[in-house]
C-alpha cells in the first residue's frame, strides 16, 4: 500500500462528449488549468479523431503544457498528456498529432472485448480482436517512442466475466507490444462492485509489476466509487475519475469522493485536496450541470443537519477534526463550513442554541429549550425556519420582552443621583423617583417598590451582529436576575444605552413575574 495513487483525469474527454454544449478549445483551456491546479497526474484531453475542434483544443493544450514546462512550472513537466483512439491507424496518428508536443505525451488505445461486443457491436472473432488490439498497441509505441507511453482499455471489461481467460491473455501479448498501463473499464455498471474488484486484483496479479493498472468506472448503479476506491486496494494504481462525476448517463467515478475516501484511509497521494470545492462549484457552471444538493462532499446539503440527534452530536463535536456525523473536517478540500444546522420540526434545543449564538444572539441551552417548543410548532405550520424567522420569534419572545411592568422612559437627574421611571405596572401607568448611583440599582430598587423584586447576577452590553440584518449595530444588554429560586436572562435592545439596560431589566422581571 505504499503505491501512490495516480488520478487520471476523463474530464475533457469522456465528460465533456456527454454535455449538451461540449466545450470549445478557449473553454476546455479554462478546465485543463484547474485541473493543473487540482495537482492530477494524468489529463486526457479529448478524442483527437471525432472532430477537428477536439483535435484542435487537444493539440492546443498539449501545446499550453510544454509552455508552461518550459516556464519551470512543476505541475506541467510531470502531468501525462493523453488523447483517446479507436485501434485503428488513422485514430492513432490524429491522437499522436494532436499530443506530440506534450512533455510526456500518451496515446490511450481501447477496442471491446466483452464477449456481447464482440459478437454484436465490432461483429469480429475473438482471435481478431486480439489481432487488431496488439497490433494498434505496437503502433501506437512506435510513434511515441521513448518521449512518451502507450495505455490500453479492453472496453466493457466489466463484461468479460465469462470470457477473463481470453482478456487476460490479449492483455500479456498487448503489454508485450508496447502497452504500460492497462486499463479496465467498467465501461457500464452491471453487478455489485466486488465482482469487478476481483477481476481487477486477477489481472494485477498476473501481469508484470511495472504494468500500472488502471480502473474506469461509470456509475450507472450509484457505485462507481466504491468499486474505484477497492480496486486501489486490490492492485489498480491509477484511477480514472471526472470532476463532479461528470459523463454518459449516469456519468463516471467523482474524482473528489476518491481522493477524500483515499485520504481517509491513510494514502499519500499528491492531488491537492484543498482545491476540490473550489473546483467542484467553477466545473458546474462551465458544464451548466448543478450540483445535486445532496451529492457527497460539495452538495449544499452534504454539511446540513436537521435531526435534533444528528444536531446535538455536531455540536458537541464542532470543533473536532472528526465529526459526530461528518465524514471529514471540510476545510481539507477548502470549504469552510462543517456543521450546518437547519431548524424543523425534527430539531431540537441544540439547532436553536447554535442557530442564535451563530447570529449574535449568544443564549445558552436552558434558553434554547425554552424557545424550541415555540419554533416546533411554528415549524410544524410553516416548514423549515430560515436564521431570520427564528431571529423573529427569539426577538419577539425574549428581547424587550413585555408584560406585567411595561418601561416607557427614564429620565436621569445626575446632580441629584434621581432616575424617574414613567411605566406601567398591571395595566396601571405609574411614575417612580428613585434614589441610586446608577440606572440598573435604580431599576433594580424600583422592582422592590412595586413588589417585584428581583436580584442582579451578572451583567453584559455588546452590539447585535452584523447577522442580524435588522437590528445590527443597537445596544444588547443581557442582565441575567433572580428571584424565588429562579434565575434569568433579560434582554434589551436598542439604539440608546441606557434604554436597552432598562429593557432588559424590566423584560427579566417580566419573565420572573409571569
Not at 225 to 241: L, N
Request: proline share 4%.
Amino acid at each position: 500500500m505504499n503505491r501512490k495513487p495516480f488520478f487520471y483525469d476523463i474530464t475533457l474527454r469522456d465528460a465533456n462528449q456527454a454535455l449538451a454544449n461540449p466545450w470549445n478549445k478557449e473553454q476546455k483551456e479554462v478546465v485543463f488549468k484547474q485541473l493543473l491546479k487540482l495537482g492530477v497526474q494524468g489529463i486526457e484531453v479529448g478524442f483527437p479523431i471525432a472532430s477537428e475542434m477536439d483535435f484542435d483544443s487537444s493539440r492546443n493544450l498539449a501545446e499550453v503544457t510544454a509552455e508552461l514546462a518550459a516556464k519551470g512550472d512543476k505541475v506541467a513537466q510531470n502531468v501525462v498528456i493523453s488523447a483517446l483512439a479507436r485501434s485503428k491507424t488513422t485514430d492513432i496518428l490524429k491522437a499522436w498529432e494532436a499530443v506530440k508536443e506534450a512533455p510526456k505525451p500518451r496515446i490511450h488505445v481501447f477496442l471491446a472485448m466483452s464477449p456481447l461486443s464482440m459478437e454484436h457491436v465490432l461483429q469480429m472473432e475473438p482471435a481478431a480482436v486480439r489481432k487488431q488490439a496488439v497490433e494498434a498497441v505496437a503502433f501506437a509505441k512506435s510513434l511515441v517512442g521513448e518521449k512518451g507511453d502507450v495505455e490500453f482499455s479492453p472496453e466493457h471489461f466489466g463484461d468479460c466475466v465469462e470470457n477473463f481467460d481470453f482478456v487476460l491473455e490479449s492483455l500479456k501479448q498487448i503489454v508485450e507490444a508496447g502497452a504500460t498501463t492497462i486499463n479496465l473499464p467498467n465501461t457500464v455498471e452491471r453487478y455489485r462492485p466486488m465482482i469487478y474488484v476481483d477481476m481487477i486484483r486477477k489481472v494485477a496479479e498476473a501481469l508484470p509489476k511495472n504494468i500500472t493498472v488502471s480502473v474506469h468506472c461509470h456509475n450507472d448503479l450509484g457505485m462507481a466509487t466504491a468499486a474505484t476506491v477497492e480496486s486501489y486496494f486490490a492492485g489498480a494504481t491509477q484511477m480514472e475519475c471526472a470532476l463532479n462525476g461528470l459523463g454518459e448517463r449516469s456519468g463516471n467515478t467523482n474524482m473528489f469522493e476518491v481522493a477524500v475516501a483515499l485520504h481517509n484511509c491513510g494514502i499519500e497521494m499528491d492531488m491537492n485536496l484543498g482545491e476540490i470545492y473550489e473546483t467542484a462549484i467553477l466545473t458546474s457552471k462551465w458544464a451548466n450541470v448543478p450540483i445535486y444538493a445532496k451529492a457527497p462532499l460539495i452538495g449544499i446539503e452534504a454539511v446540513a443537519h436537521r435531526s435534533g440527534i444528528h444536531q446535538d452530536g455536531a455540536s458537541k463535536t464542532k470543533n473536532l477534526k472528526k465529526g459526530a456525523y461528518r465524514p471529514i473536517d471540510y476545510s481539507l478540500i477548502g470549504r469552510h463550513e462543517n456543521d450546518v444546522l437547519s431548524f424543523t420540526s425534527q430539531s431540537g434545543k441544540t439547532a436553536v442554541y447554535e442557530i442564535l449564538n451563530h447570529n449574535g444572539y449568544p443564549v445558552d441551552l436552558d434558553e434554547a429549550a425554552e424557545l424550541q417548543p415555540v419554533l416546533k410548532e411554528i415549524s410544524e405550520r410553516e416548514g423549515e425556519l430560515s436564521d431570520s424567522r427564528i431571529l423573529e420569534v427569539f426577538k419577539e419572545k425574549c428581547c424587550n420582552l413585555n408584560g406585567r411592568v411595561i418601561f416607557h422612559t427614564i429620565d436621569v437627574i445626575p446632580e441629584e443621583n434621581r432616575f424617574v421611571f414613567k411605566f406601567h405596572k398591571d395595566g396601571i401607568a405609574s411614575e417612580e423617583s428613585i434614589s441610586a448611583e446608577g440606572p440598573i440599582e435604580a431599576a433594580l430598587l424600583l422592582s422592590r417598590k412595586v413588589g417585584l423584586p428581583v436580584e442582579l447576577n451578572s451583567y453584559r452590553q455588546s452590539v447585535v451582529s452584523n447577522a442580524d440584518k435588522l437590528w445590527a449595530g443597537r445596544a444588547l444588554s443581557e442582565i441575567s436576575l433572580s428571584a424565588n429560586g429562579k434565575t434569568v436572562m433579560g434582554r434589551g435592545v436598542s439604539s440608546d444605552t441606557l434604554v436597552a439596560n432598562m429593557r432588559a431589566v424590566f423584560g427579566g422581571i417580566n419573565k420572573l413575574y409571569r
